[in-house]
């Protein structure tokens, strides 16, 4: 799943996408590179964000999802957002599966858009908001709890009338650098809450810790040497930003094992 994000300030390449025709061309060129999915984003959720606007958000993301769908209709786009309105509009323009890092617990009718147009979801585990969930966060068992709560959001979606349903355990996410390891260790345990696991780990600052790779641009080699390290684990997607370096791997990993 090729990474999209159509703001000014996403963690590593916001400001980039902006412009609509550099953003469809963009999603071009991942596909182009072997992604199955691109998933576009209008509202930042790196550590401190603030909400945007549920009209700012459509104004970023619907003439994208748009443009993209006009060049190629067989794209198959998810919509990275938390609230409903905008993954309805989305939808309409042509995306095909909601990604909410919220899980539906922002807006309670993101479950009824899902199963009103039966398309697939993903719901990620958060501790906090953006804004504050990097605050020094605590759990007495992070695996434990991070299963707890998806179970409890995938019951939810599926007593909503979602079909189809997947669980990123939200590494990142209001989680220190040991909670992190923790939940890559133990991915297994997620993997049969839904139809799979999405793994969202690509640039982020606790690869950044590890490696004292401080640019996030620079740790695309850290996040496929990570990826492969995991790859025999029960994961159904990995969200990334270099798409084509990803596709190197698949094909490698593939071949050996």
Known sequence: MGILNITPDSFSDGGLFNDPNVAVDRAQVMIRQGADWIDIGGESTRPGAKHVPADMELTRVVPVIREIITADASVNISVDTSKATV????????????????????????????AQYNVPIILMHMNGDPSTMQNAPVYQDVVEEVYAFLKGRV???????VET?????????????????????????????ASGVVLGISRKRFLGTITGIDAATERDVATALTHALLWQKKIHTIRVHDVALHAQLRTISNAIL
Do not use: C, W
């Open 165 to 193: 349903i997947y669980v990123d355990p939200g590494v990142g996410f209001g989680k220190t650098l040991e909670h992190n390891i923790a939940l890559l260790r133990n991915l297994e345990a997620f993997a049969d809450l």
């Open 87 to 114: 993954a309805s509009q989305a939808i309409h323009a042509g995306a095909r599966m909601i990604n909410d890092v919220t899980a539906g617990t922002l807006d309670p009718n993101m479950f009824g858009v899902a």
């Open 155 to 161: 019951q939810a979606a599926r007593k909503a009338g």
